[in-house]
Nanobody, 121 residues
Framework: QVQLVESGGGLVQPGGSLRLSCAASGSIFRIYAMDWYRQAPGKQRELVATITSGGSTYYVDSVKERFTISRDNAKNTVYLQMNSLKPEDTDVYYC???????????????WGQGTQVTVSS
């Protein structure tokens, strides 16, 4: 009923930039917070950044001053602009959203399929 589709991952050199996008579609009544997580093999998924429906943001300390999360509510899309990338930013990045759907007005968590970000020279 709801899909989150990510794009924008890839290979970049240290110090470079990437912009991730995540578009939500389907039977959406309202989108609350939208987030980006990342996960390395064998490790727990880590919250990277959050943006509320009102535009308030949160960042994990390791990405502050380098990453910027934003959203376009008209397009049901969240972005993650990643600058000054480091090798330790290499992970699979997942989009997450807290969404109330039109069918029964049920509110649930939804995840994207993940997009690989590799920072290497």
């Amino acid at each position: 009923q709801v899909q989150l589709v990510e794009s924008g991952g890839g290979l970049v050199q240290p110090g470079g930039s990437l912009r991730l996008s995540c578009a939500a579609s389907g039977s959406i009544f309202r989108i609350y917070a939208m987030d980006w997580y990342r996960q390395a093999p064998g490790k727990q998924r880590e919250l990277v950044a959050t943006i509320t429906s009102g535009g308030s943001t949160y960042y994990v300390d390791s990405v502050k001053e380098r990453f910027t999360i934003s959203r376009d509510n008209a397009k049901n899309t969240v972005y993650l602009q990643m600058n000054s990338l480091k090798p330790e930013d290499t992970d699979v990045y997942y989009c997450h959203a807290d969404i109330k759907i039109t069918i029964g007005f049920r509110r649930d968590d939804y995840w994207g399929q993940g997009t690989q970000v590799t920072v290497s020279s």
